[in-house]
Every structure is written in C-alpha cells, then in structure tokens.
C-alpha cells in the first residue's frame, strides 16, 4: 500500500542551524502539507502546497519556514535558524484532492534544538 | 476557539468491550477524519466522515457526524489490546485539519 515516507526519522540541531526535513508523498497525490507536534500537545497545521504554490499557512509558519517541491517526488520543509521552540515532531502529508479527501500522513521526523 | 476537541480525555476498557469516543467542534467543516497515532509515531487515517454525511462503518468502527450539533463520535467495536493508542479527529475546511488533544485509549488484556 503506498504511504508517505519521511527522512530523517530523528534530526537533532543546534540553535539557530538552518535544518531541511523531507518527505516523498503518494505518488499520485497532488495536495502536499506539513503539521508539527509539540511534545504532549495538538497536531498543529502549518502549510499547505499545490501546484508549487502554499495554498495556506498557519501563524506559526513565519519567515523562518518555507517549503519546495525541488522535483517530482520530493517535498521538503526548510526551518533558516531553528529556535528552541522548534523542537517538535513534524509531519508530512499529502491527498489526492484537496476538497473532502484523506489526508494520509508520514511517520514524522523528530527535530530536537539544542 | 477551539476545533476538533475530543472526549473523554482518556478512556480505559477490556478487551471485548466496545469504546465510544466523542469529538465537537465550532466552526463549519467540509469533512471530519479520525486518526490513531501510537505512542512516538505518525498518525494512521482511520475514516473520513463528510458533512453532508450522518454515518460511516469502516471493519469494526463506525462514526457519527451530527453537523447540528456539532459533533463526531467513534465508535470501535469489539476493542483488542493492539486498539490501545490515541485517537484525534481533524476537523476539514479548505486545505487544513485541525486537531484537538487526542483521547488515550488503553485497552486491557
């Protein structure tokens, strides 16, 4: 069964490093996201990305985050100069469609801030 | 204000037993989608309910949407040990879902 894949599974990084978190979504799926968790707390959306565009993004994805499509199978989450406050698991997902469709999540990359 | 908040906060039931989990939300939704995520992993998609949808039967869970209400319940029938995990439901409007707290449930042998 096709399922979203994510590297690295564990990504630890000292303050202010700039970190890229990846992921390879369904093949055939054309809505990309990503969504954080803080330990012990809500699954929190932060963007979401069609056709090489952010369709929508959250308050907490600022300046600091961006997110590409560098190729067919790739979708990448960049943090510039991560915060200690970035320490979270992140994850990817993606759907076919955008309007009443699955969101079929990744596994998650927990990123820890030194 | 808060979307997709769930209840109870933790449930605790044996094996054999069925486990009702309940979920409301404020806002208007396109669809509502229910997750389990075990301890330290990502979140397994387990149905999606739209809103212009009252009931869903997937194996051995059923869901309810009550838009009137504002509200969503899960139902797993049957539970078995491996059904201990959290549960969340997403709440979907455009692109996004928003989730609540989750609702832990164990299941004992």
């Known amino acids: 069964e096709p399922e979203v894949t994510q590297t690295p599974s564990h990504q630890v990084t000292q303050m202010g490093q700039e970190v890229i978190l990846r992921c390879v979504p369904i093949s055939n799926h054309l809505y990309f996201y990503w969504y954080r968790q803080i330990l012990g707390q809500k699954v929190e959306f932060l963007v979401s990305f069609y056709n090489n565009e952010i369709s929508e993004k959250s308050e907490i994805f600022d300046d600091q985050f961006s997110v590409e499509r560098p190729d067919g199978s790739n979708f990448t989450l960049k943090i510039r100069s991560t915060k200690l406050e970035d320490s979270a698991m992140y994850f990817c997902?993606?759907?076919?469609?955008?309007?009443?469709?699955?969101?079929?999540f990744g596994p998650g990359t927990r990123l820890t801030v030194l | 204000s808060q979307q997709g908040e769930e209840d109870p906060q933790a449930l605790s039931i044996q094996e054999g037993e069925n486990a009702t989990m309940n979920c409301s939300y404020k806002t208007s939704i396109n669809n509502l989608q229910w997750y389990r995520q075990n301890s330290g992993r990502g979140l397994v998609h387990l149905i999606l309910i739209r809103s212009n949808e009252r009931e869903k039967h997937s194996g051995r869970l059923r869901v309810t949407l009550d838009t009137s209400k504002k509200s969503s319940s899960l139902l797993i029938t049957a539970s078995r040990a491996a059904d201990t995990a959290s549960y969340f439901c997403g709440t979907g409007a455009n692109s996004k879902l928003t989730f609540g707290k989750g609702i832990t449930l164990s299941v004992r042998p």
């Open positions: 997902a993606s759907s076919e469609w955008v309007e009443n469709n699955e969101q079929f």
